[in-house]
């Protein structure tokens, strides 16, 4: 009797243990480095189960602008969080950038159950020291290796205003910027306005 009962109760939290069923991952092509993050992302959701994974390039499709301006403003996500990537697992739990996917992987294997919804940004490529939680209004940098959960009032570090997150940019953003510049200045040479 007692198996029988020890064996309902494992049943049970396995009924009402969360899993992860979709995620939509808003991409801009324009970044170089995306392609190997996405495919590694793509992997890491199909490893845990979630079967439904749609690309959409928000760059070149309004709707998927429009979609991306939608979500962060429902979670009311601040200029300086948002990523120029946006995984979104099931209409819920936000991941801005390239968010480290093992941090994202336990999360939503171990912790999703105890969040109603989750905004994280890790935006940078490469070595990181920290990623920003933006909970109930409040900004938190938490360390990299400190899993979501652990990020809260009492763990991270509360940045009181946005202007510290202001110069934490990605160089790519940098050099995109650049070539931006020098590419207008191309066209206008070409196109006689400066000679």
Known sequence: ???????????????????????????????????????????????????????????????????????????????????????????KYLFEGHFPLELMKKFLVDEAQDFDSLVVTQDSMGDVDSYFHLKDGVIQECPISQPISECDSHAGKSVAGLDVLKVKFDSNALVLALLGVALVVLVLLYSGVIK
């Open 1 to 91: 009797m007692k198996m029988l009962l020890f064996a309902l109760l494992v049943l049970s939290g396995l009924v009402f243990a969360y899993a992860p069923q979709s995620a939509i991952v808003y991409k801009n092509e324009a970044c170089g480095h995306c392609t190997s993050y996405i495919s590694s992302l793509y992997q890491t959701l199909d490893s845990i189960g979630v079967k439904q994974i749609e690309i959409k390039d928000f760059l070149s499709d309004q709707e998927a602008r429009g979609d991306v301006a939608s979500i962060q403003d429902k979670f009311k996500v601040p200029v300086e969080l948002q990523g120029h990537l946006l995984t979104v697992v099931d209409g």
